[in-house]
């Protein structure tokens, strides 16, 4: 096999890394809140903003500024929940998805507003690392790995506490968890919470590969939300493999022609799947 | 144990409940019976903290519980086993159960619990993996008990668990109610397989079109002519 | 004449005359109004019944880059190239729409297809940037005043056309207003299966509104390329307009027919306003604000202003009818 394919397909996989960390996000809070944060991306972005600032605008450790940018964008999930979900819950969900469509255009905005149009980039190089003939960017391999732990923790907190035990329940019948002893308002809160933190981690691994300005959230916000219905919206294991599938798409097309059409190719083939299979290929 | 008096309720504009007084004492199993759309559902929803009560009220244990969301009933000592069962179906039999305990008094006691639980109903241990949708109705009916009891209450509240399933499988909940009962629980049922539940309870309530027609012990209620009548077809 | 009748004609009347004796700068904000509540009032006759595209973007950018390639690359005048494009974004619209509909793909799923799509057009337009200019834009090559080119340095060609098309919209949201077939949509928006079932043919209707929505997008986006004789991938086809173009029928109110014209109105005053007021210092501070109102408005006018207006107006004349009633 032609050595640059295999690379192609290996950075595929990296990138479908931290893409699935992100479709665990945007699929947690749609199972649970049944609303689409389509300001998903853009959240992600003021959080590459934030690391960026703290490490770069004021010194602080590298390792700090993530924690704290994870924490941050956990605490804004919240907010987001609080004062644009919250007073929305009962009206029409397309109220909802637009509500924090509302929020996108501020987000883009405040961030033009407060950094401009530049792109930025938190300056950390990281090798490139050899494996025989092929080259991988060592930051690629830590986003991956990261991503991965993130997965999986949260695969662990879903299926083994009772909190996300809870979690999963309430996406199956909202109305009697309740009888549980469960607070339907206070799992809305914590999963939104969680929905920001992962945002928060994915921004740190985003940022240590590529530059950040206002308008990142548009190269991959439609992409997530593709890969989520994709998957089937909510189910939170077939967004996970859909991410790869559509990552693959984008890496071998990227390959064989440019990045754009590599893209048109996603969501071509995105928008074709969903006449075969219009609910998500591992629909519920 | 538990008190009611003078409760409405209802959804919306539309009233279902009027004025509703009934009592259940400790180590009791009461009854509530009536014809589809009496309001035995929405009774026990009131009781539960599913459905806010209007006017009235309502106290447990000498506490005041009328206003409480569910959340916080079940915490005073009320489970509710809801009508239709209403398992997660996506949730293992195991899982539907550990969300039982999800009250921190029962989450420290859920090793204890759900070996209870699994003694108290084997089979369900037997499928403990299994996703709670593919069991057989009667299956859905233990674990949905099972669930109810994973939070260690005291009074445990049960709404047509003989509903869709065959008379063979009725009659082994109602044995399993009667093991729970002998256990010590206390059971109020809203029941509208009239026979069966008045061989389980001591008293029962007679709810019509939203209102208590009539109450008193099995005994008395199985001699009842209007009873025999319309609800037993004898 | 009901009143609001003659409020339309004697507005209509004001712009009618408008273009003697206004500054170039106020015609330049008022093609922008109506183009916009043009565009705005099109989306809206799909949305109204449920169906919310978060594609829009996808007819503008079709209908205003056909054009622009034909002319520049084939001197084919828009005349042709107009049609051509807004041809094309009917197809688009069919494309996505009957399977959309056929397969019941609605809501939440219909918003993300058509946000694809859009995605789709805005890419394939940068990707084939050798022809198109990519993000950098495409100019068409301009020969000053020709109605061969569709060109006119005199904006108030262009304030005309804008009028024009404005009205041509509002009367097809009327048409559609008054049609059966407004009835059937509703009908089918209520209840999809019962509709069908007394014989409505749901798809038909559908897809009637759907190619009618996406022609006068699209004819919108040829105009408006025209007009400003630049044309932009993100301008046309980003999420950002197609966002926008949801939020301002939606906050003007898009289940009345003046509805997206308001949201017109009060987008493009909030825009200048905000540039007139902060100018370069605050680049980013009018979609701020922007985002902010809408987040406001979703939350409490989710009717829009027309719709908030005309409850405020229904609630006034119920309790007029008790005071009546009671004494």
Redesign the interface.
Known sequence: MDIYLLEAIINGVLLGGVLALLALGLNLI?GVIDV?W?AYADIVMCGMYLIYWLYVGLGWPLLLAGAVTITSLAVFGILVHLL?IE??LG?????Q???T?????????????VF??DFRNIGVRLPVIEFGEVYISFARLLAFGTALIGSIALYFFLKRTFMGTAIRAIAQDRDIIGLMGADRRRIYLITSMIGGGLAGLAACLLALQYDVH?FVG?TF??LI??IC?LGG?GNMIGGFIAAFVISQIIAIGGYYS?T??S??LA??F??VL??VR??GIFAR | MLSLAGVSAGYGSLRALFDISLEVLQGEAVGVIGPNGAGKTTLMRVISGLIPPRGGSMTFEGRSVGGLPAHRIIEQGIAHVPENRRLFPRLTVEDNLRIGAFIPQARRHFAVQVDRVYTLFPRLKERRHQLAGTLSGGEQQMCAIGRALMSGPKLLMMDEPSAGLAPLVVQQVFEFVRRIRANGLTVLIVEQNVQQVLDVVDRAYLLEVGCIKLAGTSRELKGNDFIRKCYMGL | MTARHTTLAAICAILAVLPFFASPYVIHLLIQILLWGFVYTAWSIMGRF?F?S?GHGAFMGVGAYVPALLWNYAGVTPWIGIPLGVALAVLLGVV?GY??FR???I???F???T???S??VL??I??A?DFTGGSLGLTQKAVGYSWYALQFPDKRYFYVTALVLWLGGLAAWRSIDRSIGRQALDAISEDEEAAGAIGIDVLREKLHVTMISAALTALGGAIFGQYLMYLNPETFS???VS?QI??AA?VGGMYAMLGPTVGALLTISLNEGLRVAFATS???????I??????L???FM?RGILGALESMSVRRARSKLRGQLAS
Request: charged share 5%; proline share 7%; glycine share 10%.
């Open positions: 749609f689409v389509i644009i007073p929305i009206s029409a969900p397309i109220n998805l637009l509500a469509g509302g929020l996108l255009f501020f987000l883009q905005s405040f961030a033009t507003l401009g149009t206002p548009n916000g439609p939300f593709m219905v919206l440019n754009e059409l893209y048109v969501f071509t995105f928008i969903m006449f219009p609910r | 449920g919310v978060l996505i399977p959309c397969l019941r793909v809501g939440h799923y918003a993300l297809v946000l694809a799509l995605q789709v890419l394939s940068v990707a940037r980003g999420i950002a966002l949801v939020f939606i605050f680049i980013g501070a009018a979609n701020t922007y985002g902010i109102l809408l987040i408005c979703i939350i989710p």
